[in-house]
């Protein structure tokens, strides 16, 4: 169960960056493109448009999850390696943020991800995976380091 925080990250981050672009009135936009469009593109998202303010950062939000969630992935499975604790602390602060400022909330499907990562890297094991250090050619500063 442990190497599959990565793929949770991305499934959560396209489904809250598809719903941001395509289905914009589930959560609250209806009408965003025309707003977007009536003020124009560039420069579109100011304080002063709140409306469209808030809709930018919905979308970058999500488009930054798929990047760090492809990163977990990679991690996870390229280099076979369990997620370190801090993100997983880090995810469940901002999930509990988000969660505590809207109970209706996507942050509720983040919260067992971050515990999943918590729970995964406190039963890892704490030395570097002898495979991965092969494959790297690092055998040599490997054994220097362990002694």
Same mark, same amino acid.
């Not at 303010?53 to 990047?67: D, I, K, M, S, T």
């Not at 991690?75 to 369990?82: A, F, G, I, Q």
């Given at each position: ?21 395509? %289905? ?8 965003i493109?025309?707003?977007i469009?009536?003020?124009?593109? !560039?420069?579109? @998202? ?5 409306r469209?303010w808030?809709?930018?950062?919905f979308?970058?939000?999500? /488009? ?11 991690v996870?499975h ?5 997620l370190? @604790? ?5 995810? %469940?602060?901002?999930?509990?943020f ?8 996507? /942050?509720?499907l983040?919260?067992?991800? @971050?515990?999943n990562?918590? !729970?995964?890297?406190?039963?890892? @094991? ?6 991965l250090v092969?494959q ?5 500063? /490997? ?5």
């Amino acid at each position: 169960m442990s190497k599959i925080s990565g793929f949770a990250l991305l499934a959560i981050a396209l489904l809250h960056s598809l719903i941001g672009l395509t %289905l914009p009135g589930l959560i609250g936009f209806e009408g965003i493109w025309q707003d977007i469009a009536d003020i124009g593109v !560039v420069d579109a @998202a100011k304080p002063e448009a709140l409306r469209i303010w808030g809709y930018y950062w919905f979308l970058l939000a999500g /488009f930054f999850l798929v990047l760090c969630g492809g990163l977990c992935h990679w991690v996870e499975h390229s280099l076979n390696r369990v997620l370190p @604790a801090f993100v997983g602390w880090a995810l %469940l602060a901002i999930a509990l943020f988000g969660i505590g400022l809207d109970l209706d909330t996507g /942050f509720w499907l983040v919260l067992p991800v @971050a515990i999943n990562i918590l !729970v995964a890297s406190r039963t890892s @094991a704490t030395l570097p995976d002898k495979s991965l250090v092969s494959q790297h050619g690092l055998e040599d500063s /490997f054994r220097l380091s362990t002694k």
